[in-house]
C-alpha cells in the first residue's frame, strides 16, 4: 500500500477510499486514528511497503458560495461535498501519491545508471552482469505499466465525463498537483534509464561476441596445432 492522505475538519462525516493499486484516501479522520482505519485495509491487503507516503489536502464545504468550487493553497471550497465529489478528489489524491512512489522507484534507477556511467568513466568497463540489466528492464517496463494501466493516470473520471461541475474540481485538482508535468518528468527519466539500458546490452552482447571469437581463434589454434605435430610425426 502506498500511502494515507488525512484531510480533515470542515465535514462532519468520514470517508475513506481505497484504490487497487495501493492508495487509501481519509477523509476528515484525525490523526490518532488513521492507524485503525489503516489496519482495517491492511487485513485485506498483500505486499505491503516498509515506507508509507502521506500528504494532508484541506476542504471546506460552503453552501452560499457563489461558484460550485473555489481552490486556495493546499485547500478547495466547495459549494456541496457530496460522494462524487468525495470520488473525484479521492481518485486525484490518490493517483498524485502513487505517483510519488513509481517517481523515488525510478530515481532510484537512474541513480543507479548514473553511478554505473561515472564508474565507465574512470575505468573504460563496467561490470554489471546479463541478469541484473534484465531486473532493471523489467523494473523500468513494470513501473511505466503500473503508472499508466493500475493507477489510470490518464484515464478521465467517469464522473467527470457527466457533469462540468466535477470535472472542473477534476481538472483543478490535477493542475494543483501538477499529474500531467510530473508524469512527463517521469516519461523523461524512464527515458534516460531506456537509452543506458541498450548500451549497455549492446556492451554485453559485443562482449559474448568477442568471447565467441575468442573462442574460435583458441579451437582454429588447437588445430593447427595438432595439424603440426602430425605432420612432424609423419
Known sequence: ???ALGIRHYISCRYMVVFQYGSA????????EVERYLEMVRRHTSGLLTEMRK????IKEKPLLDEDMQGGLDYIVLKTLDTDSIRII??????SIALDYFVSQVDG???EF???NRAMEKTGTFTMDRKKLLQLVGKANSNLADVILKVGLFERSEIAWRDAK???IYEYLREEYEVTQRFG???IKLKFVEHNIHFLQEVIQNRRSDLLEWCIIFLLSIENIISIYEIVQG
Open 55 to 58: 500528504d494532508d489536502y484541506a
Open 114 to 116: 548514473a553511478g554505473i
Open 109 to 111: 534507477m537512474v541513480e
Open 1 to 3: 500500500m502506498y500511502q
Open 185 to 187: 518528468n517521469l516519461d
Open 25 to 32: 484516501v481519509l477523509f476528515n479522520i484525525e490523526d490518532p
Open 90 to 95: 479521492g481518485s486525484v489524491l490518490g493517483q
Open 166 to 168: 466535477y470535472a472542473q
